[in-house]
């Protein structure tokens, strides 16, 4: 089944300490993006990926880190988490036509609260 | 700024009544567009997509969207709204030139019986 996974689904931690949230796709996608949802403000991408090795800023990067070093995963790192990080966070996949990317399969979603 | 706005963060219909939810974008360049719907505590799953051509797209569950170009709007609708129905719906838009989807605050849709 094509799809795009993401773990851990829930995740509570404390200020300060470093963690990853996974994100694997089985549908050969060359296109990876993170978001993060927040009540009121939908969904605002972190950071993005055009291919293997190829990582770029989205509109809420800071505090986050992320790595293309295969196609099908693009973990996103938190280094220090802090409390404004908690949200749910999305992993999303596409194609590419004419280098621009179409349309979106999203993961089921990892909630993340820091205490 | 290149920004989609969502009238409504909930709005409310009875079973069997019309469903319309409305999406606005700023921008004179035709960009493509996209509905999701989100179910308790699932990912986004795509309802339907304006890229080129016809300008009234169907998509899964009976929905439906028509681009007006000179309203710069993609409203989502459905003739009979489903107690199954109940989801939040997010508009979102690719802007020429862009690799991002810049996405709106959504809308949380409640079914009454």
């Known amino acids: 089944e094509a799809q795009v996974t993401q773990n851990p689904r829930y995740l509570i931690t404390v200020t300060g300490k470093k963690l990853t949230v996974t994100c694997s796709q089985n549908?050969?996608?060359?296109?990876m993006s993170w978001y993060r949802q927040d009540p009121g403000l939908g969904l605002r991408q972190i950071y993005y990926?055009?291919?293997?090795?190829?990582?770029d800023k989205g509109d809420v990067p800071e505090g986050y880190k992320v790595s293309r070093k295969e196609k099908r995963n693009f973990p996103l790192i938190l280094e220090s988490p802090s409390p404004n990080q908690t949200s749910l966070y999305f992993c999303?996949?596409?194609?590419?036509?004419?280098?621009?990317?179409?349309?979106?399969?999203f993961g089921p979603g990892t909630r993340l609260t820091v205490l | 700024a290149q920004s989609v706005t969502q009238l409504g963060s909930h709005v409310s219909v009875s079973e069997g009544a019309l469903v319309l939810l409305r999406c606005n974008y700023s921008?004179?360049?035709?960009?493509?567009l996209f509905w999701y719907v989100q179910y308790p505590n699932q990912g986004l799953q795509l309802l339907l997509k304006?890229?080129?051509?016809?300008?009234l797209v169907k998509g899964i569950n009976g929905f439906e969207a028509e681009f007006k170009k000179s309203e710069t709007s993609f409203h989502l609708t459905k003739p009979s709204a489903h107690m199954s129905d109940a989801a939040e719906y997010f508009c979102?838009?690719?802007?020429?030139?862009?690799?991002?989807?810049?996405f709106g605050q959504g809308t949380r849709l409640t079914i009454n019986p």
């Open positions: 999303a996949s596409s194609t590419r036509s004419r280098n621009v990317s179409i349309e979106q399969f």
């Open positions: 549908m050969n996608h060359e296109y």
């Open positions: 990926s055009m291919n293997v090795e190829v990582t």
């Open positions: 921008s004179s360049v035709p960009p493509y």
């Open positions: 304006y890229t080129t051509g016809a300008t």
């Open positions: 979102a838009v690719r802007f020429q030139g862009a690799q991002k989807l810049v």
